[in-house]
């Protein structure tokens, strides 16, 4: 049993008034915020600054350990890991890149259609970008800038047909999310798992899916009972799958 569960079970046995569990929970807190930073700064560089990052990263600590059920036997990094990660992403699903726009672009964007309108009926032809801007009394990187902030131009349908691409439309050309960021943090999260385990059930889970060992094999090899290996592995599965699924 390891450090952070002797002091879990020694909170979960005194009374819920006993001053000593917030001690022990600060403990159990501190000496586990270096994994929960861990975690954190392996999601640096998509947007989101590291500080901000650690510190949801240690409510998700918080949180692992108010939920934690000493009496499962479960390790406590096991139920940590996969709670930290969880409140990691849905800090990046809940948070949305918002471009605030200044007050002054706003006015000037709303300016433009009524004025390249008339400009156009005046001249018999659309304004190039330098007669729009003279017309507004801007500079020519001042009215692009509010018709690039503000989206003045109408954005293109994603089912037209790409310019100069005969048949092949833009929804074709889009990006899409790649899948391979998942299964870098299911990866993540299933290693920490993984080095949870007591070591025994760590090493028949290795020589039966990355060894390709028998059940019969690895009982010859670790000295149990073929029976025992049965259950142990399905022991262990069944804890990495709650893990994941949290």
Avoid: C
């Avoid at 586990?32 to 560089?45: D, E, H, I, V």
């Avoid at 131009?153 to 048949?167: D, H, I, K, Q």
Wanted: charged share 25%; aromatic share 4%; proline share 5%.
């Amino acid at each position: 049993m390891g450090h952070s569960e002797q002091l879990l079970r020694q909170r979960a046995a005194l009374n819920v008034d006993d001053p000593n569990r917030a001690r022990l929970r600060n403990q159990i807190i501190e000496a586990n915020l270096p994994m929960a930073r861990r975690l954190a700064r392996r999601y640096t560089g998509r947007g989101e600054s590291y500080d901000d990052l650690a510190q949801v990263g240690a409510i998700g600590l918080i949180k692992a350990v108010d939920g934690y059920d000493s009496s499962r036997g479960v390790p406590f990094a096991s139920y940590a890991v996969p709670t930290i990660l969880g409140g990691i992403r849905r800090h990046f699903r809940d948070t949305a890149w918002t471009i605030r726009v200044p007050r002054a672009a706003q006015e000037l964007g709303a300016q433009v259609p009524e004025a390249r309108g008339r400009l156009a009926q005046q001249r018999g032809r659309q304004p190039t970008d330098r007669e729009l801007a003279d017309d507004l009394e801007v500079t020519v990187a001042q009215l692009l800038a509010a018709v690039a902030a503000l989206g003045v131009y109408r954005l293109p349908s994603l089912s037209e047909p790409r310019p100069g691409a005969v048949g092949t439309d833009r929804h074709a050309l889009s990006g899409a999310a790649d899948a391979g960021y998942t299964a870098v943090d299911d990866h993540l999260a299933l290693t920490l798992l993984l080095a949870a385990l007591p070591p025994r059930e760590r090493r028949i889970l290795t020589m039966r899916f990355y060894g390709d060992l028998t059940q019969a094999e690895i009982a010859t090899r670790v000295g149990l009972s073929q029976m025992h290996v049965s259950r142990l592995l399905t022991r262990s599965l069944a804890q990495l799958r709650t893990g994941m699924l949290r």
